[in-house]
């Protein structure tokens, strides 16, 4: 009975949300409608999958709400096509992350075709579409234009999933049962990834620590992806309480707490250091040296607790991460050397889908996939591993520049949250295939997109340049 009545619950959901995505695209011109469809769509995607299976027992229903997203991605970016008055004279105006892109996904295309490696075509192409949704998303975000109204909605959606995340990770945490349990996330996983349950708990051993403990993960596919979400819900929540009135402010703490409290119900060890890496961030954007003072603090009082207070198997799981005797630890360093090895051996890399943990990529053919950099280095060699980290690095750098030289607060807001959270993930992406992670990835490349629209406003003399269709 749960199967069916969680079942009609997606349906309903999943019905409203294409029925105003589709109106606000096809039938009102408003081609960007699509980023709300995405937020409100990618945090619950796994679940609404394992839902379907578990259900119908189908892999074809479960196909049609797999590929929604998809096609309403393509008849967004046709609506952005058809909605411009003279698309011949739309002016692009380049910056150097755009050039940065733009080289980086004309390496990927060129891969597609290279007789390297020994994965199929197809797993080529789907790895190939999956790496070409970031550049869409940034796409977008370069082209979207919202007004303040706008903006805030896409903030409020962000808060309003932390906020029922949290509470989602408070009813598994008194229940005793993961929500996947309820899902049929094993299920889902065994038939259509064909990967076998594992752990005590039944779904896979991301969902517990070493010492057995739950790890959760509310609605999000797994703890990591959760733990990763809550960083940008934290950015988001601290940039508008430090930006709004301290007597309006009571709902942008609770965002923080929601999110800080999802961040220990995941246990994961990275996005908790990535945490105070990114809070170290904030603290000398604002050159609040308080707060730095506040994070060393902290940082500290832990140390303390593990040391002199904490359990015994607490103590052991923290000295064993950082001396790197940790089971999940020592395979990050394993897949590291892999990866390093095979990069070495060839700097022109091994082709599409050799790395990495996505569907596409078989475990005959894998050669490391538990650090981003590298996956990109192993596949497209030196040269896309440099031009990925470049990406990120002026892209952060830009967002930065926008945050404290834009006079429109949207603006900065959505600079700040851009400009913060890839610097927060940037941990994350040394320990995992992070940018499978859709919800906050996908979400992060608009906004840099959206930011650096501005900063070609803000900065349009020096490092931009304008491009013209001509027919």
């Known amino acids: 009975m749960m199967a069916y009545i969680l079942f009609l619950l997606v349906v309903v959901y999943v019905s409203m949300l294409l029925y105003v995505t589709i109106k606000k695209i096809v039938f009102e011109g408003e081609w960007e409608f699509i980023i709300f469809f995405m937020i409100l769509f990618l945090p619950f995607y796994i679940s609404i999958l394992s839902i379907v299976y578990q259900a119908t027992g189908s892999e074809v229903v479960v196909a049609l709400f797999q590929y929604v997203k998809e096609l309403l991605l393509l008849m967004a970016l046709l609506g952005f096509l058809f909605y411009q008055k003279d698309f011949w004279l739309y002016p692009f105006r380049l910056n150097t992350v755009d050039k940065l892109f733009m080289a980086f996904f004309g390496l990927a295309t060129i891969y597609l075709f290279l007789p390297l490696g020994e994965a199929t075509f197809l797993n080529k192409l789907l790895y190939l579409k999956n790496t070409l949704l970031i550049g869409a998303f940034y796409f ?3 082209n979207t234009h919202f007004d ?4 805030d909605m896409v903030f409020k959606c962000i808060m309003v999933i932390a906020i ?11 229940i005793g049962i993961h929500f996947q349990n309820l899902t049929g996330y094993a299920l889902f996983n065994f038939a259509i990834n064909d990967i076998a349950p594992s752990g005590n708990y039944g779904l896979s051993w991301t969902f517990e620590t070493q010492t057995t403990g ?9 703890p990591l992806e959760m733990a990763s979400s809550s960083l940008l819900a934290f ?11 301290r007597a309006e402010s009571w709902f942008y703490l609770l965002v923080m707490a929601a999110a800080l409290g999802s961040l220990f119900f995941s246990a994961s060890r990275a ?5 105070f890496v990114m809070l170290f961030f904030v603290a000398l954007v604002f050159r609040l040296y308080r707060l730095l003072a506040l994070g060393a603090t902290m940082l500290f009082l832990f140390f303390i607790y593990v040391l002199y207070f904490a359990s015994e198997d607490f103590y052991y799981f923290v000295y064993d991460t950082i001396t790197f005797q940790n089971a999940s630890s020592v395979g990050h360093l394993v897949e590291w050397f892999l990866a390093l090895d095979a990069m070495i051996a060839n700097p022109e890399g091994l082709g599409l889908a050799m790395s990495g943990n996505t569907g596409s990529v078989e475990d005959e053919v894998r050669v490391g996939g538990e650090n981003q950099f590298l996956i990109y280095g192993v596949q497209l060699g030196v040269l896309g591993m440099m031009l990925y980290i470049l990406v990120l690095g002026i892209g952060i750098y830009k967002s930065l520049l926008v945050f404290r030289h834009s006079r429109d607060s949207s603006i900065a807001r959505v600079a700040f949250v851009a400009a913060t959270t890839k610097f927060g993930l940037l941990l994350p992406l040394f320990t995992a295939n992070a940018e499978l992670y859709a919800y906050v990835s996908l979400t992060t490349w608009w906004m840099m997109g959206y930011t650096l629209t501005a900063y070609n406003g803000l900065f349009s ?11």
């Open 140 to 142: 977008l975000g370069r």
């Open 148 to 151: 303040s109204r706008k903006i």
């Open 164 to 174: 029922a995340a949290f509470c989602l990770n408070l009813v598994e945490k008194v």
């Open 214 to 222: 739950m790890r959760l993960a509310s609605f999000f596919s797994d």
């Open 235 to 245: 950015a988001t929540g601290l940039i508008w309480y430090l930006s709004r009135n």
């Open 271 to 275: 996005a908790f250091g990535a945490f």
């Open 461 to 471: 003399s020096k490092d931009s340049q304008t491009v013209q269709l001509s027919s």
